[in-house]
């Protein structure tokens, strides 16, 4: 079996073909709005208009941020029309690597409300970006409103875990 083999599914993105260095590499300037309880990241990248949010929440003594982003005021995903998804990719990476560093939180969370497949898919794999900070990965819970991939750090007591994801997921809107 070839690594192309685990990736590539025919009719969407070759995620085997994406250059791993735009990936790692591209950094944009993105302007960021503040609200009550969310950052707001705005970019473009080939004339498309992008959009990040990172929104806070607070479970017991435990903060999560939902990571959300989307193209226009659509939402998005990452696909085959996207004119050069490595660079879109690297962008939101690296943007929301720089920006989580002035959040104090214990757990990030990937929803998916629609689309919902394909988006777990590139939720899973943007959540390997960032999970060597992590104790533990949850994939693919079941939410009322979709699925959540959920980042738990060590900050959070083995015993409190499953009560951390299950109130996460139930108070998120997706």
Do not use: C, H
């Amino acid at each position: 079996m070839y690594l192309s083999d685990l990736f590539d599914v025919p009719g969407e993105l070759n995620w085997s073909r994406l250059d791993l260095y735009e990936i790692l590499n591209t950094k944009t300037k993105i302007e960021w709005s503040q609200t009550a309880n969310k950052a707001i990241g705005k970019f473009e990248i080939d004339s498309v208009d992008y959009t990040i949010e990172l929104e806070s929440g607070t479970y017991r003594q435990y903060n999560f941020i939902n990571i959300s982003f989307y193209r226009g005021n659509e939402e998005y995903e990452l696909g085959l029309d996207t004119r050069n998804p490595a660079k879109v990719l690297g962008a939101i990476i690296n943007g929301v690597l720089e920006k989580l560093q002035e959040f104090n939180y214990d757990a990030i969370v990937f929803a998916a409300a629609n689309n919902i497949e394909r988006r777990m898919s590139f939720y899973n794999r943007l959540a390997d970006r960032f999970k060597k900070n992590f104790a533990q990965v949850v994939r693919n819970v079941n939410g009322a409103n979709g699925k959540f991939t959920v980042l738990i750090a060590s900050s959070v007591k083995k015993a409190d875990r499953d009560e951390f994801v299950n109130a996460v997921i139930s108070t998120e809107k997706s």
